[in-house]
């Protein structure tokens, strides 16, 4: 048995804006079933239902007082079991740092209220008397919990055999913060520590100390664990991630397949599974009628579900989309939101083809459920995806994945060829609109001879990416610690 501290700034299904929330959630659910002691510590945001949890205050982590540098602040724990799990959460309220409206801000204390956070988990084990095995902390938040463990809480022993990983779920995201504010990390002779020519530039950058301290540095897919070493896609990072070697590795994300499969989807009116198809059918039937779209049910349904953003690539369907919508049997539905240019293209795309594409502006649980299981291909043509969930989530629906060869997704899908029957998805490789519209018209051609068509989706079908498989890997990188 491994005793894991996990620090994680959000939560599925308490907060949550990314897939961080996701991890935490479901890496608990699986190291708490598997037997570990998991403590998910978490800030105790505004936000928050309440009434969704049944809390209890911890009794001996009342009113708290934490000094962060010259920042005095009084905090109180509270926890609840992690809904779907008897794991428990503890989670720390200070409503001068948490208590905004939002979980994450533009403030200028950001930095000092994931400072803050990450002292007080610390803290809190120490008043526990708990010498955690691992602490592991995730993202730029909590990455100064390996340097703050060896420097200014070095002289308590309770740590002496506790050892740290960072996990990054989005390297886009540094949390850098201007030098002057040096005194926040109360780090006195340590100061040393930190990474010299950023100072001599005016910045610190907590991402880069969890890099530069954690025992272990892991990735959410082990080709994205490559590609950040590399100055494409490290974003400054890369030498960093370079100087750690082996000790950088990728655990693809799980998926949670009570959440995702269309055997029991509660989002869903039927159910199916990879020997009876024939509702699959009928949810794209019902989904064009309720979308408005007059495309006949053999017509191609591609699908995508996405923040509209320029990782997510679509650039690449610019000129690419409308030309397969104008020259095949092919209907288009999306949804998310986000940048206007990408939002007018989709408006533009609607009005074009009316018949048979649909924008669904915003942000929709339920109908995320019904593009997954109503289409036959899904688009994600990612400029990066660290690890990406959809294309996993596409798999098991029976839609087959068109993916750039990046990241999580070159992880997790694998080129169909209908002369071995081998494969799962179509990939393309360069950044160009042509190479999509190359996988489309093969996806679209392969769509049209059933024969391979069915080997493709039953193959995608069975493929297991479930926190069963991923979540062991993280216990063996502990054990392995
Ligand atoms: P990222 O974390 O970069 O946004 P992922 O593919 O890893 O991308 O995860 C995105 C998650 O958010 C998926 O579960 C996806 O279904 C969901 N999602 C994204 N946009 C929407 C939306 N507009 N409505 C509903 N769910 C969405």
Not at 224 to 250: K, N, P
Request: glycine letters at 8%; proline letters at 5%; a negative charge.
């Amino acid at each position: 048995m491994t005793s894991v501290c996990l620090l994680a700034t959000e939560v599925a299904p308490l907060s949550k804006t990314g897939g961080l929330a996701d991890v935490a959630g479901a890496l608990t659910k699986y190291l708490h079933g598997a037997g570990h002691d998991v403590r998910l510590f978490t800030p105790f945001y505004d936000t928050i239902d309440r009434s969704r949890l049944e809390l209890y205050r911890v009794d001996f982590l009342q009113d708290q007082s934490l000094t962060v540098g010259p920042h005095h602040y009084i905090y109180s724990v509270w926890t609840a079991r992690l809904p779907g799990s008897n794991a428990f959460l503890y989670l720390i309220e200070c409503p001068p740092l948490f208590a905004r409206g939002t979980i994450y801000t533009t403030d200028a204390d950001e930095h000092l209220r994931y400072l803050a956070f990450t002292r007080a988990a610390i803290e809190c084990c120490q008043v526990m008397g708990w010498a955690p095995d691992i602490v592991h902390c995730n993202d730029w938040h909590t990455a100064f919990a390996p340097l703050l463990l060896q420097n200014l809480y070095a002289w308590d022993h309770l740590f002496d055999d506790t050892r740290t990983v960072l996990t990054i779920h989005n390297i886009g995201y540094q949390g850098t913060f201007p030098a002057t504010a040096i005194g926040d990390l109360a780090l006195g002779l340590g100061e040393h520590l930190i990474h010299q020519d950023d100072l001599r530039r005016g910045v610190i950058n907590p991402l880069k100390h969890g890099i530069m301290y954690a025992d272990a540095v892991t990735t959410v897919s082990p080709t994205y664990a490559r590609e950040i070493t590399t100055s494409e896609y490290g974003m400054g990072m890369q030498e960093a991630l370079r100087f750690r070697g082996d000790a950088v590795s990728g655990i693809l994300n799980g998926v949670d397949y009570d959440d995702w499969d269309p055997r029991h989807d509660k989002h869903l009116p039927l159910h199916y599974d990879s020997q009876n198809l024939a509702a699959k059918f009928e949810l794209k039937k019902q989904l064009f009628a309720r979308l408005g779209l007059t495309a006949g049910p053999h017509t191609a349904l591609m699908g995508s579900i996405s923040r509209m953003v320029q990782q997510k690539g679509f650039d690449l369907m610019f000129e690419s989309l409308p030309y397969v919508l104008d020259s095949r049997d092919a209907a288009f539905v999306i949804l998310g939101s986000g940048e206007p240019r990408y939002e007018r293209f989709f408006e533009q795309l609607q009005r074009q083809f009316p018949d048979r594409v649909s924008f669904q502006h915003g942000y929709n649980e339920s109908l995320s459920h019904w593009i997954e299981a109503a289409s036959d291909i899904f688009l994600m043509p990612s400029l990066y995806e660290p690890c990406g969930l959809n294309q996993m989530y596409s798999l098991r629906y029976g839609t087959v994945p068109i993916v750039r060869r990046t990241g999580g997704l070159a992880d997790s899908v694998q080129m169909f060829d209908p002369a071995t029957g081998v494969g799962t998805g179509i990939l393309f490789e360069p950044f160009e609109p042509s190479a999509l519209l190359w996988a489309m018209n093969t996806a679209l051609d392969l769509y049209a001879q059933p024969q391979h068509w069915n080997t493709l989706v039953q193959n995608g079908m069975q493929q297991d990416f479930s926190w069963q498989q991923q979540g062991a890997k993280y216990v063996a990188l502990y054990e392995a610690l």
